[in-house]
């Protein structure tokens, strides 16, 4: 029995021991989670894996330097080392092709994925998605301020979804437990950008000039309400992408497979089957 249901399996890729979730069979589905303190691919998809396992092998691992996978101190943390990382995970499970559903950091990772190794996506599902340049939210901010407590946790992921009711007790506890671990939020803050101390602090993302060039099918998933990636993101990405559709859904913060989790599964299920 593992210690915690977030521990899966392991496999060795791009130099890290890298800790990954697996269920179903079929057509490989990758989950690829956010950043934020105590964030893994458990906390972003352990409620949606069990409904995607029918109908795809599912895939969710903790991407370097999150979660439980293996942080280095001295590695370079960045966009080229997380695509290769995720190439390695693939390679090792000797998956040649997949589609892709990246939240937030995971499909800024999938957008890199499908613009420096194409051959290797089927299809892309990016929700609250960053693109192009905006100012820094409250809520990226909070992710690289925060200090581990149960009180910090909840404040930060209260700025996440629009319905409060959401966050439960045993939300903030998991996440809390896994933010508390030794260095994980040094190692955080190595990850994420650093906020100004005065004036705007600018995020950027790809560019519209490259995600325009992505040619896998891709479906944008928008939260209206969200204060954490701007929907003008979702707009640019749906806007610039050739073969790109995009859902908006209102009364919707940054958590869209977690605060409208049955139509997020039914637009999932539709696009990639």
């Known amino acids: 029995m593992s210690a915690h249901p977030g521990i899966g399996r392991n496999l060795l890729a791009a130099e890290h021991q890298t800790n990954y979730l697996e269920e179903g069979s079929g057509k490989p589905l990758f989950l690829l989670h956010g950043s934020g303190p ?4 458990w906390t972003n998809w352990g409620k949606v894996i069990p409904d995607l396992a029918p109908h795809f092998r599912v895939v969710a691992p903790d991407i370097a330097g999150f979660g439980y996978t293996e942080f280095k101190s001295d590695s370079k943390y960045d966009i080229k080392l997380w695509v290769r990382h995720l190439t390695g995970i693939m390679d090792a499970l000797e998956i040649e092709k997949a589609s892709f559903v990246g939240n937030s950091f995971g499909g ?8 420096f ?28 301020e925060y200090e581990p407590s149960l009180e910090n946790m909840e404040k930060t992921m209260r700025l996440f979804p629009f319905n409060q009711d959401i966050i439960t007790e045993e939300m903030i506890r998991t996440r809390f437990e ?14 994420i950008p650093k906020p100004n101390s005065d004036g705007p602090t600018i995020v950027k993302g790809f560019p519209e000039a490259s995600v325009a060039k992505i040619e896998a099918p891709t479906l944008v998933l928008h939260g209206r309400e969200d204060g954490v990636v701007p929907p003008e993101c979702g707009f640019l990405l749906a806007k610039a992408i050739p073969r790109a559709e995009l859902h ?23 696009f990639c089957a």
């Not at 105590?38 to 691919?41: E, I, N, T």
């Not at 996506?121 to 690289?144: C, I």
């Open 117 to 144: 190794a194409p051959q290797r996506v089927d299809k892309l599902v990016l929700l609250g998605t960053p693109a192009g340049e905006f100012v820094q939210t409250p809520g990226l901010r909070s992710a690289w």
């Open 108 to 115: 800024a990772l999938s957008i890199g994925l499908a613009l």
């Open 38 to 41: 105590g964030v893994s691919a």
């Open 248 to 270: 908006l859904f209102g009364q919707c913060g940054h958590w869209v497979q977690t605060e409208h989790r049955a139509r997020f599964l039914q637009l999932v299920r539709d």
């Open 178 to 191: 896994a933010s508390a671990r030794p260095g994980a939020q040094d190692a955080l803050r190595k990850l």
